[in-house]
């Protein structure tokens, strides 16, 4: 059974910077492919960012420039360095990974990031 458990969320102003972290239960490049996705109050989930393995990352509009998703294969874990934070970045994130299918079939529980103005 696969586990990811995110951390490094909180609460932080306008302009600041956080670094969300995911732990996996297994080697990270064991998966096709890992992402971050967020969901604020009242929205639907988002995709955020995606980094395959041996891939390219790709990152949604919002969020290009100022975030980066990146692995630690030694470390099991997934990052998301989130710079230039806006109060619109407040939101639940999620970490998914997912093996040949397309649908990302594991995820965290989330951590909760919120953005003061």
């Not at 586990?3 to 080697?27: F, I, T």
């Not at 949604?60 to 100022?66: E, I, L, P």
């Amino acid at each position: 059974q696969v586990q990811l458990v995110e951390s490094g969320g909180g609460l932080v102003q306008a302009g600041g910077s956080l670094r969300l972290s995911c732990a996996a239960s297994r080697n990270v490049f064991s998966f096709n492919a890992m992402a971050w996705y967020r969901q604020a109050p009242g929205k639907e989930r988002e995709w955020v960012a995606s980094i395959p393995s041996g891939g390219i990352t790709s990152y949604a509009d919002s969020v290009k420039g100022r975030f980066t998703i990146s692995t630690d294969n030694a470390k099991n874990t997934l990052y998301l360095q989130m710079n230039s934070l806006k109060p619109e970045d407040t939101a639940m994130y999620y970490c998914a990974a997912r093996g040949p299918e397309l649908r990302y079939k594991y995820w965290g529980q989330g951590t909760q990031v919120t953005v003061s103005s």
